[in-house]
């Protein structure tokens, strides 16, 4: 047996790390090795209690290279961002550390408290929303939020930060609900 640890680098509440990574990995691994168990999960909060990233502990039967190569190529394909890691123990007390990740991420911290009220009386961040999934359409996809004390952050990941950026700019200087908002990039 070797002991499995992913950390994901990843902003994503649990609900959606289960669905999205968690879950189908679990599948996934248990179709290529003969015992797979999930030993845990979490996620990493900063001290504004936002989202920083996930890990899932697992302990599989298998070498550790082939769990590795299994468990990396399965989280890529999934979609795991870049500067994720796998840090796999062996039953001699080895570990063995290898980054990875594909995609790339952006935060958008929309500013919830330093706008006009009227701003926020006469706008729906919803459509706001829409309109940011629209335009980003199959270059990125937005996997979570989080809504601190004084922003709201939409976490988008895709094939590039750069394009990511590039398009939302647009949308949020076009909207109320836009101004003094900032885009970070998070993960690549």
Partial sequence: ???VL?????RVMPLV?????????DEILRGKFREVELTGSGTLLSEK??????DISLTVKGNPEEVTAAIVAALERLGAPKGSTIRVTSADGQDQVTKFGVT???AIYLNGTDLP???YRTNDVNELI???DQRLGDAGERLSHWS???????YYYGPSAATMRDLVTGVLADHPLGQLSRVVQIAG
């Fill in 1 to 3: 047996m070797v002991d």
């Fill in 6 to 10: 992913v950390t994901l680098n990843a």
């Fill in 17 to 25: 790390r289960g669905d999205r990574f968690e879950d189908p990995l």
């Fill in 49 to 54: 209690h936002e989202p920083a990233s996930c």
């Fill in 104 to 106: 790339e991420g952006i």
């Fill in 117 to 119: 009220d009227e701003v």
């Fill in 130 to 132: 829409a309109r940011l």
């Fill in 148 to 154: 601190g004390p004084s922003e709201v952050a939409l």
